[in-house]
């Protein structure tokens, strides 16, 4: 199955701003969907959550 990911731009500017080891881990974590820990959200028809683990 193909999936479609969007990042949003608000999204996308928050990721910007982290330290690069925190950006490659939030990369990582997306580009490896659909595993990991994936929510959908509440009141929401099509947008889903990926929680990333902190170090």
Avoid: H, W
Avoid at 2 to 8: A, D, E, F, L, V
Avoid at 11 to 23: G, P, T, V
């Amino acid at each position: 199955m193909t999936y479609k990911i969007t990042i949003r731009p608000k999204a996308l500017k928050f990721i910007e701003k982290q330290d690069k080891s925190q950006r490659l881990r939030i990369y990582k974590a997306i580009y490896n969907l659909p595993s990991g820990d994936v929510k959908k959200l509440v009141n929401s028809k099509n947008d889903y959550r990926l929680r990333v683990r902190r170090l």
